[in-house]
């Protein structure tokens, strides 16, 4: 074998340990027969992860443009919150956070443009540093949709720059492993607006959770509705969802059972998501659906009318008597 070939061998065989391990780590597939809908889409809508201080390792994120048109896509990377509003999740954008993220993550590309089906597999690396404190780190990778066409203002003075079309975030929960306090509770268990009656049988109810520890707990649960009898009707499961640490977490549910008509009660068993700790709380409703009400209406109006005539028969029969 001739120098030069044995050469080559070699490089081939070192290339993998000296150039760096996230080179061309990304990649992009060509997708036929993917519809067109005018969006683009992002998964996973969450990634969970445990690091030891100081340790990396990488979440991979896919993004499919479903956009109909060749598109421009930009990565950004964002803090985000248990938001203040309890009709809302997170919110992003959050600066000074002792809980950031968002500075450790990093990925080998920031901007890629895809064909309309193109999916592209993007891994997210995650670097700690030695001090990191343990608890939980938030972050998001953001994906933005934009156009860089030259945009006209209103004072005729044309400027070049991306507009943002449309965004997506992927949330990133890390847990930093050391003195880590996993601590919550189901606080309330309710029917929205604190209703008691309700005229059909869909009954909108809410679930508050509070974690008062330092890492994302992921309580799960399931309902379980019984009439005045005590019989089951059914059951709801309700999926994990996430809770972060010093806030209070809210899950909407709506509860249908067909034909409903009375007295009713919910029954909750959530798991805390930790230590199989269970909470249980149990709500009382009433159901009396217009049909059912227009059936004792008319009922009572029937009533009413017979004894009407009843009375009116026997007024006459005793006249005629008499």
Do not use: C
């Given at each position: 074998?001739?120098?030069?070939?044995?050469?080559?061998?070699?490089?081939?065989?070192?290339?993998?340990?000296?150039?760096?391990?996230?080179?061309?780590?990304?990649?992009?597939?060509?997708?036929?027969?993917?519809?067109?809908?005018?969006?683009?889409?992002?998964?996973?809508?969450?990634?969970?992860?445990?690091?030891?201080?100081?340790?990396?390792?990488?979440?991979?994120?896919?993004?499919?443009?479903?956009?109909?048109?060749?598109?421009?896509?930009?990565?950004?990377?964002?803090?985000?919150?248990?938001?203040?509003?309890?009709?809302?999740?997170?919110?992003?954008?959050?600066?000074?956070?002792?809980?950031?993220?968002?500075?450790?993550?990093?990925?080998?590309?920031?901007?890629?443009?895809?064909?309309?089906?193109?999916?592209?597999?993007?891994?997210?690396?995650?670097?700690?540093?030695?001090?990191?404190?343990?608890?939980?780190?938030?972050?998001?990778?953001?994906?933005?949709?934009?156009?860089?066409?030259?945009?006209?203002?209103?004072?005729?003075?044309?400027?070049?720059?991306?507009?943002?079309?449309?965004?997506?975030?992927?949330?990133?929960?890390?847990?930093?492993?050391?003195?880590?306090?996993?601590?919550?509770?189901?606080?309330?268990?309710?029917?929205?607006?604190?209703?008691?009656?309700?005229?059909?049988?869909?009954?909108?109810?809410?679930?508050?959770?509070?974690?008062?520890?330092?890492?994302?707990?992921?309580p799960y649960g399931i309902i379980t509705v019984r009439d005045t009898f005590?019989?089951?009707?059914?059951?709801?499961?309700?999926?994990?969802?996430?809770?972060?640490?010093?806030?209070?977490?809210?899950?909407?549910?709506?509860?249908?059972?067909?034909?409903?008509?009375?007295?009713?009660?919910?029954?909750?068993?959530?798991?805390?998501?930790?230590?199989?700790?269970?909470?249980?709380?149990?709500?009382?409703?009433?159901?009396?659906?217009?049909?059912?009400?227009?059936?004792?209406?008319?009922?009572?109006?029937?009533?009413?009318?017979?004894?009407?005539?009843?009375?009116?028969?026997?007024?006459?029969?005793?006249?005629?008597?008499?």
């Open positions: 074998m001739n120098t030069k070939l044995k050469k080559g061998i070699i490089w081939i065989a070192i290339i993998p340990f000296v150039l760096p391990t996230n080179l061309l780590a990304f990649s992009i597939k060509a997708n036929t027969g993917i519809p067109v809908q005018g969006s683009f889409v992002v998964g996973p809508a969450k990634s969970e992860i445990t690091l030891l201080p100081g340790e990396t390792k990488s979440v991979t994120l896919q993004i499919q443009n479903r956009m109909g048109r060749t598109q421009t896509f930009v990565i950004s990377f964002e803090d985000f919150s248990a938001s203040k509003n309890l009709n809302e999740t997170v919110e992003l954008g959050i600066q000074n956070s002792k809980t950031s993220l968002s500075q450790f993550m990093s990925v080998e590309k920031k901007e890629f443009t895809l064909n309309q089906g193109d999916e592209l597999t993007l891994p997210v690396t995650i670097s700690l540093p030695a001090n990191a404190n343990p608890g939980g780190k938030f972050g998001a990778v953001v994906v933005s949709a934009v156009s860089k066409k030259d945009v006209s203002g209103t004072e005729a003075r044309a400027y070049s720059g991306a507009t943002v079309i449309s965004r997506i975030a992927s949330l990133v929960f890390v847990t930093v492993s050391g003195d880590t306090k996993s601590e919550g509770v189901l606080t309330s268990f309710a029917t929205k607006n604190n209703k008691t009656i309700f005229f059909s049988s869909e009954i909108p109810v809410r679930l508050v959770f509070q974690n008062t520890g330092n890492v994302n707990l992921n005590g019989s089951v009707l059914g059951t709801t499961e309700l999926d994990p969802w996430f809770a972060l640490p010093d806030s209070l977490r809210t899950r909407d549910v709506t509860l249908h059972r067909s034909n409903m008509f009375g007295k009713y009660s919910a029954h909750v068993a959530v798991n805390r998501g930790y230590g199989n700790v269970i909470d249980e709380k149990e709500i009382t409703f009433y159901v009396f659906p217009p049909f059912w009400i227009a059936v004792i209406i008319i009922s009572l109006i029937l009533v009413i009318i017979g004894a009407r005539k009843f009375v009116s028969r026997k007024k006459a029969v005793s006249e005629i008597i008499s």
